[in-house]
């Protein structure tokens, strides 16, 4: 599998129900264990939700525009992962501009990983900064269309 490819088809969640940022990043850390690109990494999921969790006290990742990008470095972890969920009722996130958020991209990256951490929080950032790739997220009718939406967009920006 390559490791520059970012989402994985395993790694979509669609039209999830959460009612708080906790039960938000349990599910998501659920699915990102259940990845094949995961496998053999021996964290457990509170380690994540306490991660994740331990970031947003930092500082809302709630970027704006319905969108939130939680993300925490771990040890143990080879490389960046992600996960990705559109819910189906938006999440009182307290994003920077105070709406709701209903498309989540969980970044995990490992300890040391400064750069390439940066780099995939940045290109995950542009992607759902762009108001049509909101749109065709949102529109999508499944987990499966969700995915080829965010390959289509990993593709387009490698060949960049």
Do not use: W
Not at 25 to 40: H, R, V
Not at 124 to 147: C, G, I, K, Q, T
Request: some cysteine; glycine content about 6%; aromatic content about 4%.
């Amino acid at each position: 599998m390559n490791q520059d490819t970012l989402f994985h088809a395993d790694g979509v969640l669609c039209d999830i129900h959460v009612s708080s940022k906790k039960q938000l990043f349990q599910e998501m850390s659920s699915k990102l264990l259940g990845m094949t690109a995961f496998e053999g990494i021996d964290i457990a999921c509170r380690d994540i939700v306490s991660a994740a969790s331990e970031r947003e006290r930092l500082g809302s990742t709630g970027v704006g525009t319905g969108v939130a990008l939680p993300h925490a470095r771990l040890e143990g972890v080879d490389h960046v992962h992600a996960v990705f969920a559109r819910l189906d009722t938006a999440l009182d996130y307290d994003a920077i501009d105070e709406r709701p958020v209903d498309l989540v991209a969980l970044l995990i990256a490992p300890i040391d990983a400064g750069g390439a951490h940066l780099r995939a929080l940045a290109k995950v950032s542009r992607m759902l900064r762009r108001e049509d790739m909101r749109a065709r997220l949102r529109a999508a009718p499944n987990a499966e269309s969700l995915f080829t939406i965010l390959t289509e967009n990993q593709a387009a920006d490698t060949a960049a």
